[in-house]
């Protein structure tokens, strides 16, 4: 698997309008330190799996790990933010941290078709779904795949920390963010949810969060939500977001880590790259350890 992956750089292809017929030709581009490769469910589903390494050795613990939901669309940028970002952690100390996109096959950005059966959990339907949309209601078993499929590869070939993984999703798979915190607390270390779907089937996710609430006394999570939503997006979205936030904030005396973090100047579409930048300033601040272990390697001979 780790040779297979070395050797398939992720090429992206360059689309645009038809070229002048004296233009040069393009080659084709590709990503450094990353790679992709294919995943099938046991009940047939084809999921297409990217998988970017960081340019820096692993910290003591291991490389942290970012799961990206709609890998086709935002693992590009994110891989590329990621590898920039944990340039030389001794000296801007942060933590190089492997990217895991998880996509599926084709060359769209987004794929409603997979999408809303992936994301959206199982839940009573209070309206009639939105025209054109796959029936919702996989997203316990996409959670799943996951678990089963994804983590074991990753933490099975590559020095990744277990103890120090996110998941990361924007719209819909915001909401699967949401609903992935709200009944597996425990199963990241982080959870960033942005721009989160949270109208979706009349904010049934009100109920998962109020199910959520009522453990906190019992049992506090160890995972920690990240809430983001761009100040320019339309009126209703950030003030689902919002309202969330000012139900949550108040719950730090009960063992609740939360952030909320609305971005001015973002809408929609524009918002996932700063929030994601903010994911990796607040959750991969390396230790003192860290950061001697990587002036150590800075001052070692080169071989």
């Not at 799996?49 to 291991?62: R, V």
């Not at 086709?72 to 190089?96: K, V």
């Not at 992936?118 to 996409?142: C, I, K, L, Q, Y």
């Amino acid at each position: 698997m780790r040779a297979l992956l070395r050797c398939a750089l992720l090429t992206l292809c360059l689309y645009s309008t038809p070229a002048a017929a004296d233009a040069p030709a393009l080659a084709p581009v590709t990503l450094r330190n990353a790679g992709e490769l294919s995943l099938t469910t046991p009940d047939g589903k084809d999921y297409r799996l990217f998988i970017s390494i960081p340019t820096e050795a692993p910290p003591p613990e291991g490389w942290p790990v970012i799961y990206v939901l709609d890998g086709n669309a935002w693992f590009p940028q994110f891989s590329a933010q990621a590898i920039m970002m944990g340039r030389r952690p001794d000296h801007n100390g942060l933590l190089p941290a492997i990217i895991v996109g998880i996509g599926y096959p084709g060359d769209r950005d987004f794929y409603m078709d997979r999408r809303v059966p992936d994301f959206t959990p199982n839940a009573p339907e209070r309206e009639a779904p939105t025209e054109g949309w796959e029936a919702p209601g996989g997203a316990d078993r996409f959670l799943d795949f996951i678990e089963s499929r994804v983590k074991p590869l990753v933490l099975g070939n590559y020095k990744a920390n277990p103890r120090n993984q996110s998941i990361f999703g924007h719209s819909l798979g915001g909401l699967l963010v949401l609903h992935a915190y709200f009944t597996r607390p425990n199963a990241y270390a982080n959870y960033a949810a942005v721009s989160s779907s949270i109208w979706w089937n009349r904010e049934y996710i009100r109920e998962e969060e109020a199910r959520f609430v009522s453990t906190l006394a019992k049992a506090p999570p160890s995972g920690r939500l990240i809430l983001a939503v761009g100040a320019a997006e339309l009126p209703d979205m950030v003030q689902g977001s919002e309202d969330m936030a000012t139900r949550l904030s108040p719950l730090a005396a009960k063992g609740l880590k939360f952030d909320f973090l609305k971005i001015e100047g973002e809408d929609h579409i524009t918002v996932p790259l700063p929030a994601f930048t903010r994911l990796i300033r607040s959750t991969l601040q390396a230790s003192a350890i860290d950061r001697e272990h990587y002036r150590k390697l800075q001052e070692a001979p080169a071989q």
